[in-house]
Nanobody, 117 residues
């Protein structure tokens, strides 16, 4: 029943913007820490952004000032707004949830973001 479904990935020019969505079902995102990870071929998985159950946000230094994580509780959806994109941002972006009330975590399937001219 629990699912995380990402959408919004695609091809964008350097300096452009994309907005990713992570639609959650089977749990309430307000009771979970929501994270966006990314992984490029040959690289380690990187934690890009976090939104805690209380709404606090944190960002990796590599994306700080350019990316914004947000949520719409009515839609039970978390977003990642990505601005001023660089080729180095090219990666598979994956949504992750850690429930605040249980020792379990969930992963989405990921969505490809390609930044290229």
């Amino acid at each position: 029943q629990v699912q995380l479904v990402e959408s919004g990935g695609g091809l964008v020019q350097p300096g452009g913007s994309l907005s990713l969505s992570c639609a959650a079902s089977g749990f309430i995102i307000g009771y979970a820490d929501m994270r966006w990870y990314r992984q490029a071929p040959g690289n380690e998985r990187e934690l890009a952004a976090i939104m805690t159950d209380g709404g606090s946000t944190e960002y990796a230094d590599s994306v700080k000032g350019r990316f914004t994580i947000s949520r719409d509780n009515a839609k039970n959806t978390v977003y990642l707004q990505m601005n001023s994109l660089k080729p180095e941002d090219t990666a598979v972006y994956t949504c992750h949830a850690k429930l605040s009330w249980a020792s379990i975590e969930y992963w989405g399937q990921g969505t490809q973001v390609t930044v290229s001219s």
